[in-house]
Nanobody, 122 residues
Framework: QVQLVESGGGLVQAGGSLRLSCAAS????????MGWFRQAPGKEREFVAA????????YYTDSVKGRFTISRDNAKNTVYLDMSSLKPEDTAVYYC???????????????WGQGTQVIVSS
């Protein structure tokens, strides 16, 4: 089974940028579509972005279009989420997951990891 570890979160000022990483180990990473999700305090977990096995095929929720970019480096077994023009409402714990489809985004039968926390201050 592929194991995923998120990193790169932290504190950032509104309007700033941040890059999140999701490192995969085990399995054949390049075979799986991948997605980023987030959960803000007191809110439901929501989908953010997805990338297919082809790095050029991506899908985003409307609220992050034009600001976030998902990419992957299969040679490094890593998925990235480049975030720019960050807003306080982007504050959340961010998670990566294997997907079985990207539109609609559906997760596999694995579990959620610890995620990485992003806090955007005003």
């Amino acid at each position: 089974q592929v194991q995923l570890v998120e990193s790169g979160g932290g504190l950032v000022q509104a309007g700033g940028s941040l890059r999140l990483s999701c490192a995969a180990s085990g399995g054949n990473f390049r075979l799986y579509p991948m997605g980023w999700f987030r959960q803000a305090p007191g809110k439901e977990r929501e989908f953010v972005a997805a990338v297919r096995t082809s790095a050029g095929s991506t899908y985003y929720t409307d609220s992050v279009k034009g600001r976030f970019t998902i990419s992957r480096d299969n040679a490094k077994n890593t998925v990235y989420l480049d975030m720019s023009s960050l807003k306080p409402e982007d504050t959340a714990v961010y998670y990566c997951r294997i997907l079985i489809s990207i539109n609609p985004p559906r997760t596999d039968y694995g579990s959620w990891g610890q995620g990485t926390q992003v806090i955007v201050s005003s």
